[in-house]
């Protein structure tokens, strides 16, 4: 393993090389400057594994620096150190994974030894996906065939009670079963549809597979209620509210087995057919979710004109709230704001215990995540409830 320490800090430097050297790590080339850093890299026989680098250096910040790590391709790992604020250092972590760079963490100065230890512990964990090579791109003519073949497959993260644990609801997140490429998630064909005009077919094939498995769950005495994601671009057809009516009506289910989580991807041509649309869907006893709260679009004058029955506080401002101020003050004020208006609130990234405590102790009424659970095919949700309820006694107890 090859390191890059990078600082204009004699003292810093030393500390960090030295400490390395405790640890076991003897091949570690320090720099003074970003440019030395860059010359290095562009020079190496060997790649460099892995980079600590200062935030705070004359000439070429850490910022910049990071710039230019992005265009020359660096494929290895990233530590950012600073003894700024933290608010700068996790602005400056978030700006490198914004330019797909492998982070590790951002440390504050000085560094400490089980600091250092932990990350190079982590140093041989799979790279996030924002960071995996390529992905495929498809075409128009590519994604209409999977609509019309049933290649489009429905997945479901469930969501749960904080007080009583209770399993309530699942949201649909759709995937595309490609023959070569396995399962496509949203985020490389939504933008496709939208685009195109295929995004009115792709929500009714998703809403109406959805309806048909919550009508089997409650056939099975699961009676979850079943949120859509649905387009801005699916609020611009007037008989949209019709169109979902029927097909609730057509599955079996009470109006209120059924939630529409809104998130407002692109900025609205035309305000009053959406208003209209969403207004219409409330008359028919349709729950309405405000999805992703605080990031994209979406802003204090949806809330004021639209009827939201729920919102959703984007897991940005919910993971890591416990320890961390800013994030702890924005969830805050976003669930003391959706109970003034009479709203449901539901925490998305739930991630780890520490987070389920957290929000159990903060009055907020649902949460969904990996700590509850993945999303998962139609088939598996009847099991996994079943293990829930084992698990469930020991979560709510933990929070009381």
């Known amino acids: 393993m090859k390191i890059l320490v990078v600082d204009d800090e004699p003292i810093q430097r030393k500390l960090i090389v030295h400490q390395l050297g405790r640890l076991g790590i003897e091949d570690v ?4 400057s970003g440019h030395d850093a860059l010359t290095v890299l562009a020079t190496a026989r060997e ?16 910022i910049e620096f990071v710039r230019h790590l992005t265009r020359q391709g660096y494929a290895g790992k990233l530590v950012l150190v600073s003894g700024e604020g933290e608010r700068i250092l996790q602005t400056a972590e978030k700006l490198a994974q914004g330019h797909r760079l492998h982070v590790l963490g951002a440390l504050s100065k000085p560094v400490t030894m089980d600091e250092l230890r932990h990350v190079l512990q982590q140093r041989a964990s799979p790279e996030p996906a924002a960071v995996r090579a390529s992905r495929h791109t498809y075409t128009v003519d590519a994604l209409r065939h999977a ?11 469930p969501k749960v009670d904080l007080a009583t644990g209770a399993v309530t609801g699942v ?3 759709v995937r595309w079963a490609h023959p070569q490429d396995g399962l496509i998630f949203p985020d490389q064909f939504i933008a496709l549809a939208e685009d195109n005009g295929l995004i009115g077919e792709l929500t009714r094939t998703v809403l109406l597979d959805a309806l048909r498995h919550a009508h089997q769950w409650h056939m099975d005495g699961l009676p979850l209620q079943v949120a859509i994601n649905v387009s801005m671009d699916n609020l611009v057809s007037l008989d949209f509210p019709d169109v979902v009516e029927r097909a609730v009506h057509e599955s079996g289910l009470p109006s209120g ?3 529409l989580e809104v998130t407002e991807s692109r900025l609205m041509k035309d305000p009053l057919t959406p208003l209209e649309i969403l207004t219409r869907l409330r008359l028919k006893r349709i729950g309405l979710s405000i999805d992703d709260f605080g990031t994209g679009h979406s802003s204090l004058a949806q809330l004021r004109d639209i009827p939201f029955t729920e919102l959703k506080i984007d897991r940005g401002f919910v993971h890591g709230a416990s320890r961390d101020a800013s994030l702890r003050a924005i969830f805050e004020a976003s669930l003391g704001m959706a109970r003034q ?3 449901k609130v539901v925490a998305e990234g739930v991630e780890d215990r520490e987070d389920w405590d957290f ?6 009424d649902f949460a969904q995540g990996w700590f509850v659970s993945r999303a998962m095919p139609p088939e598996q949700i009847p099991d996994w409830v079943a293990d829930w309820e084992v ?3 020991t979560l709510v107890s933990m929070g009381s």
């Open 171 to 173: 949201e649909t997140l």
């Open 341 to 343: 208006l009479g709203m």
């Open 359 to 364: 929000l159990q102790g903060t009055g907020c």
């Open 257 to 259: 087995s059924v939630m």
């Open 29 to 32: 080339e320090a720099c003074a």
């Open 391 to 393: 698990r469930r006694p």
């Open 47 to 62: 790649g460099i594994d892995l980079i600590f680098c200062d935030l705070q250096m004359p000439g070429m910040d850490g």
């Open 147 to 157: 609509i019309a073949a049933g290649n489009l497959v429905n997945h479901y993260q």
